[in-house]
């Protein structure tokens, strides 16, 4: 029954003009993937935390699920063969999970190492210890099943020194097999940034930085981590970058360098020339109940880039007030253009999963969807918060499903 309801909204959708699966235009539903271009995974999911393609072109979606491994949140790692089905071959049905406690534990981000190996980071919060948050960091083996060669039976939890809390919101895998994980934790004196280098087996790398932490005055933590080809490392604080020596030093030096791997958590990304690229959420000029979107382009010192347009956008554009449209999560095509996730409302306060093209000078891209953007009513209620591109281009977008049911919910747009 369930199947029949979204089958007749493609149809309306078709027969109201909206973007479907009937054209092969950039921002539309790709229809192969999955039914007309989108899968729903059936588990009661509280968030989908990131997105990363395997060589091979299958899909790993981080999510943050109801009920699993014994706590309030799962921490869980989704797998999708190329074609949007299930791959059940990993971990149990598709599924992977990592147990750290009894509270709640959420996979945040995702990493694939040069051998294949899976990371994900977060953080656990065991009831069983005082409800103390801890920087969550999972290994699996390409399977899907832990691999026990790493910290301690395939998991490592780790709170700062001198801190009472630490959570993860980033990972990267280095080409030596070494991790970088961000985040934030908590002392005495407020929230700051850190970055964590974990050698190869999980352990903590003493050599980098102090102790093997490298620490920020940030109240906003590390929500991305970029490495150039020098080996050098950029940290993104909030609105300001700062770059690190490759031992976790502070490296003041000019010019800037080349990005050439980068890892982001939520709607701010550093871009390859170590400018800042954010969207968020801002009040309608003519009425402070109607959010949009605006998106900006800074240098690493927080100071705008006058040379991006910084534009103000709804994705349902509808006349009218109350209606919210917000960002979750930004991507950059390799043409400099960036694509924005998110969510957007109609007048029947439907909320739907959405995304917006720019142009690399930060206007509205007219070619993509419905004038710059598109928003799709997939299993009627939903929302998109991670977003990647494949190789070939195509926009993988996942969130949940709003709706009674709950669902992960993934879809695949064409991009050209």
Known sequence: MKRMQIAWRCVVALLLGAPSTAFAAPG????????????????????????????????????????????????????LLPNGNTDTAFGNAGLAVARFGSGLNTAESLAIQPDGKIVAAGLSNNAAQGNSEAMAIARFRPSGALDLSFGSSGTVQFV????????????????????????????GSGPHGIIVRLNPNGAVDATFGSGGVATFASPFGVT??????????????????????????????????????????????????EKILEALPVHDSQSQNDIDTQSFRLFPNGTNDPSFATPIFDFINRAGDGFENGPFAIVLQGDGSPIIAGQGQD???????????????????LGFGNGG????????????????????????????????????????????
């Open 224 to 273: 991305a981590i970029g490495v150039q080809s020098d080996g050098k490392i950029v940290a993104l604080t909030g609105h300001n970058a700062t770059r690190l020596k490759p031992d976790g030093l502070v490296d003041s030096r000019q010019p800037r360098g080349t990005i050439v791997d980068e890892a982001h958590f939520g709607a701010a990304m550093l871009t390859p020339d």
């Open 347 to 365: 007048e029947a306060t439907i909320t739907e999963g959405a995304l917006a093209r720019l142009t690399p000078g930060g206007h509205l891209d």
């Open 28 to 79: 539309y539903l790709d229809p192969a993937f999955g039914q007309s271009g989108f899968v729903v995974f059936p588990h009661e999911t509280y968030a989908a935390t990131d997105i990363k393609i395997q060589p091979d072109g299958r899909i790993l979606i981080s999510a943050d699920m109801a009920g699993l491994a014994g706590g309030i949140g799962g921490f869980s790692v989704v797998r």
């Open 373 to 416: 953007t598109v928003a799709s009513a997939l299993d009627g209620d939903d929302q998109f918060t991670t977003i990647a591109l494949q190789p070939d281009g195509k926009i993988v977008a996942a969130g949940i499903s709003l709706t009674s049911t709950g669902g992960l919910v993934i879809a695949r747009y064409l991009s050209q």
């Open 160 to 187: 700062a020194p001198r801190s009472t809390s630490s959570l993860a919101t980033v990972v990267i895998a280095l080409p030596s097999r070494k991790l970088l994980v961000g985040g934030q934790a908590q002392s």
